[in-house]
């Protein structure tokens, strides 16, 4: 999900965008696990959707069965970081959202300052 541009920000859009910047940190982080373990990742991956999503999942699984099996802290086959596969920055892409992308940001939005959806500590951060 896109965040909020920097210029139109109130508490309620700079809480979306810490929560949605914190998610964002944990996926990089996980598939960026994926990489260094499986050199599948370091690409493209040419098969249709369903397959790339069935492939991850079968990684994650090996993933986890290799913490499991050899230590959590097992030293990856070939050195890679998230870093090296040339992320560009979300916000530097001057993608326009299309507005079904726009409603569900605002969607979540304001479910996270809702009382259902907040945490304790975002105001800390907004």
Not at 1 to 23: D, G, H, T
Not at 44 to 54: L, M, Y
Request: overall charge positive.
């Amino acid at each position: 999900m896109r965040p909020f541009p920097k210029r139109s920000l109130n508490k309620e859009r700079r809480i979306y965008n810490y929560r949605c910047s914190r998610a964002r940190r944990s996926v990089e982080c996980s598939f960026g696990m994926l990489v260094s373990k499986f050199r599948l990742f370091e690409q493209p991956i040419g098969c249709k959707v369903e397959t790339a999503e069935a492939l991850i999942k079968a990684a994650c699984v090996l993933h986890n069965f290799i913490r499991i099996r050899e230590g959590v802290f097992s030293t990856p086959s070939h050195p890679s970081t998230i870093n090296s596969m040339g992320y560009q920055n979300i916000e530097d892409q001057g993608i326009r959202p299309t507005r079904a992308a726009e409603s569900n940001r605002d969607f979540l939005c304001d479910y996270f300052v809702s009382d259902e959806g907040k945490v304790p500590w975002q105001d800390n951060f907004s």
